[in-house]
Nanobody
Framework: QVQLVESGGGLVQAGGSLRLSCATS????????VGWYRQAPGHQRVYVAA???????DYAEAVKGRFTISRDNAKKTVFLQMNTLQHEDTATYFC?????????WGQGTQVTVSS
């Protein structure tokens, strides 16, 4: 059974930092790309960043230079280091992987940035 579990969200002041984690199980983690997405209230879920099985990274323009995605294959976990947080980063953050033709999502972790 494929599972993704996010953690690390919380309340932070503008300019602060948070580190999100996405722990996975049920997949050959090192062989799969994992992405982070976010959804603000009243808005669609949007792409934030992704990391390939080879460690190649990609970012949405809105977070380039502030967010860093990384992975630890031994722990089967992907991280999202978020620095210089802005009020506009407030959202529920989800991780996702695509495995054998299906998308698998975690339950999300809330990030709230106070201005």
């Amino acid at each position: 059974q494929v599972q993704l579990v996010e953690s690390g969200g919380g309340l932070v002041q503008a300019g602060g930092s948070l580190r999100l984690s996405c722990a996975t199980s049920g997949i050959s983690f090192s062989a799969y790309k994992v992405g982070w997405y976010r959804q603000a209230p009243g808005h669609q879920r949007v792409y934030v960043a992704a990391i390939s099985e080879r460690g190649h990274t990609d970012y949405a323009e809105a977070v380039k230079g502030r967010f860093t995605i990384s992975r630890d294959n031994a722990k089967k976990t992907v991280f999202l280091q978020m620095n210089t947080l802005q009020h506009e980063d407030t959202a529920t953050y989800f991780c996702k992987t695509h495995y054998y033709g299906s998308n698998y999502w975690g339950q999300g972790t809330q990030v709230t940035v106070s201005s």
